[in-house]
């Protein structure tokens, strides 16, 4: 069964960083995507950063150059280094690996920026 766990979120003020992490198990191969997505009240849920299997990037708009995606597959884990981060980073963030057409999420974890 496959199963992913966030941590390494929290609470931060603007300009501070945070870095989350993804652990998975259960059987995840190497062709697949990583991606991060967050979801803050009252709104839709947003991808925030992707990685290939080959290690092609893509950021949302309003995150590129501040945050990346990183992975060690040594460590089955998967990183989301978030900096510079500002109150409307404010959500619950998700790890996602879609793999053959399936979707594994986590459970969330939420970050919180504010003074």
């Known amino acids: 069964q496959v199963q992913l766990m966030e941590s390494g979120g929290g609470l931060v003020q603007p300009g501070g960083s945070l870095r989350l992490s993804c652990a998975h198990s259960g059987g995840i191969g190497s062709i697949n995507t990583k991606a991060w997505y967050r979801q803050a009240p009252g709104e839709q849920l947003e991808l925030v950063a992707a990685?290939?299997?080959?290690?092609?990037?893509n950021y949302a708009d309003s995150v590129k150059g501040r945050f990346a995606i990183s992975r060690d597959n040594t460590k089955n884990t998967f990183y989301l280094q978030m900096n510079n981060l500002k109150p409307e980073d404010t959500a619950v963030y998700y790890c996602?690996?879609?793999?053959?057409?399936?979707?594994?999420w986590g459970q969330g974890t939420q970050v919180t920026v504010s003074s």
């Open positions: 990685m290939t299997d080959n290690g092609l990037t």
């Open positions: 996602k690996i879609k793999e053959y057409g399936y979707n594994y």
